[in-house]
C-alpha cells in the first residue's frame, strides 16, 4: 500500500484566494482526520470522518473551512477564502474501524498564505 | 484542547547517549501513543502502552506509564544521529475518540 497520500506537498496562495487540500487513505481505513500543525498550537485536530460521514467538526477554526469525504478513497479540505493566518502544515490521518492504536499520516501539505 | 505535554520542549545530546523525555496529561485514558515526526514529514506511530500496562520495549524504545501520575516517559538508548527527529504523546481517552497530541519534544542528537 502507499500509504496516506495528500496534494499539493507545497501550496503558496495570495490572500483571499480559494485552496483546496486533497487526501486519499489507506484502502480499508474506516476513519479519516484532518490535523493542523504550528508552531504556536502544535497538532490540532481540525474534522474526523467516519465511513465517510463528519463525526466530529468543532476543531474547525471558521466557516471559511470546509471539509468533505465523497467517497472512501478521497477527501478535501477548502479554505475560502484563505487569509495569512491560516499558514500551517496540514494532515490528513486515517486508521481502520476496528482499533484506535495507530494512526497513518501522509506527509502533510506546507500552505503558506501571502 | 490538547491532552498530552512533553517535556523538555528541545534535547539535545551526544551520539550513543540514552534520551527521556516525558509526557503528561489530564484526564484517564485508554491507550497512550508515542509518534515520530522527521523534519518536513508525516508522524510515525512508533509504540503504544495501555492504561493496564507499566512498561514496554521495542528495540531501543522503552516506555513507562503511571496512571497514578498520569504520566508516561520515552526512553532512546544508545542514540544515533538518525534518531534526530520530535516526538509526540498521544493518548485515547475510550473507544473511537480521535488521538490528541501534545506539542512535542525535539530531540537533537550530535555525532
Known amino acids: 500500500d502507499a500509504g496516506v497520500i495528500q496534494s499539493p506537498r507545497h501550496e503558496v496562495t495570495e490572500m483571499g484566494q480559494e485552496v483546496t487540500l486533497r487526501c486519499k487513505p489507506i484502502s480499508g481505513h474506516d476513519y479519516l482526520f484532518w490535523y493542523r500543525q504550528t508552531m504556536m498550537r502544535g497538532l490540532e485536530l481540525l474534522i474526523y470522518?467516519?465511513?465517510?460521514?463528519?463525526?466530529?467538526d468543532s476543531g474547525m477554526p471558521e466557516d471559511r473551512f470546509s471539509a468533505k469525504m465523497p467517497n472512501a478513497s478521497f477527501s478535501t479540505l477548502k479554505i475560502q477564502p484563505s487569509e495569512p493566518r491560516d499558514s500551517a502544515v496540514y494532515f490528513c490521518a486515517s486508521r481502520p474501524g476496528w482499533t484506535n492504536e495507530k494512526l497513518f499520516f501522509g506527509s502533510g501539505t506546507q500552505l503558506s498564505v501571502l | 484542547s490538547q491532552q498530552g505535554e512533553e517535556d523538555p520542549q528541545a534535547l539535545s545530546i551526544q551520539e550513543g547517549e540514552n534520551a527521556t523525555m516525558n509526557c503528561s496529561y489530564k484526564?484517564?485514558?485508554?491507550?497512550l501513543q508515542w509518534y515520530r515526526q522527521n523534519s518536513g514529514r508525516g508522524l510515525v506511530h512508533l509504540i503504544l502502552?495501555?492504561?493496564?500496562?507499566r512498561e514496554k520495549h521495542s528495540g531501543r524504545l522503552r516506555v513507562t506509564l503511571d496512571t497514578s501520575k498520569k504520566s508516561s516517559s520515552l526512553l532512546i538508548t544508545a542514540s544515533r544521529a538518525a534518531d534526530t527527529a520530535s516526538y509526540f504523546c498521544a493518548t485515547v481517552n475510550s473507544g473511537n475518540t480521535p488521538l490528541v497530541f501534545g506539542k512535542g519534544t525535539r530531540l537533537s542528537v550530535i555525532a
Open positions: 502502552i495501555r492504561s493496564n500496562e
Open positions: 484526564t484517564s485514558i485508554n491507550n
Open positions: 470522518f467516519n465511513n465517510n460521514v463528519p463525526i466530529d
